[in-house]
T-cell receptor, first 114, second 110 residues
């Protein structure tokens, strides 16, 4: 069956620009997580959705980062006024159970801020 | 603050040479410890969840164990296709967030 998909696979932008990263979870999965992964590091938690609501957004680094999941399926991570330090791979994962004990990851979006 | 530390950072083994990867954690109220495998350019792939000390799980050449302070991923007679980064993660307390370690890069030489 179809796994988690993320678009675009690569995004190059200039400092100060706005970007949107999209995640399509596995159909029927209610839990959705966003992570950020820098080279040589493990994934860093950003935000967790259970259904349409953000159950835990404690990992968002600052108010330039925002995520939505309006219909409880597709999610969009939005980054305003991008900075070079935002460059990383952004990973999305979905889970069939609340709390996300077993997570299925997408391939990630590689964001490069010039 | 909850922490996950993995060792070694990198490990090179000959094909067939068994070894173990370590994940030590400092958390309040462990709810679950997870092992993932990550290949270059791909997202992590789920391997195991362990919930309580003494628990063990196996999958092919991999076996994960859990104590109150650490988890081990034992690799028996590895093959070159087992080469990957192995990530450990925890969920603790009332938090739903998952905290990952930095991973162990495993390279199996043919």
């Amino acid at each position: 069956g179809a796994g988690v998909s993320q678009t675009p696979s690569n995004k190059v932008t200039e400092k100060g620009k706005y970007v949107e990263l999209r995640c399509d979870p596995i159909s029927g999965h209610t839990a959705l997580y966003w992570y950020r992964q820098s080279l040589g590091q493990g994934p860093e938690f950003l935000i967790y959705f259970q259904g349409t609501g953000a159950a835990d957004d404690s990992g968002l680094p600052n108010d330039r980062f925002f995520a939505v999941r309006p219909e409880g399926s597709v999610s969009t991570l939005k980054i305003q006024r991008t900075e070079r330090g935002d460059s990383a791979v952004y990973l999305c994962a979905s889970s069939p159970t609340p709390g996300g004990r077993t997570q299925y990851f997408g391939p990630g979006t590689r964001l490069t801020v010039l | 603050e909850d922490q996950v530390t993995q060792s070694p950072e990198a490990l090179r083994l000959q094909e067939g040479e068994s070894s173990s990867l370590n994940c030590s954690y400092t958390v309040s109220g462990l709810r679950g410890l997870f092992w993932y495998r990550q290949d270059p350019g791909k997202g992590p792939e789920f391997l195991f969840t362990l919930y309580s000390a003494g628990e063990e799980k196996e999958k092919e050449r991999l076996k994960a164990t859990l104590t109150k302070k650490e988890s081990f991923l034992h690799i028996t007679a590895p093959k070159p296709e087992d080469s990957a980064t192995y990530l450990c993660a925890v969920q603790a307390g009332r938090d739903d967030k998952i905290i990952f370690g930095k991973g162990t890069r495993l390279h199996i030489l043919p």
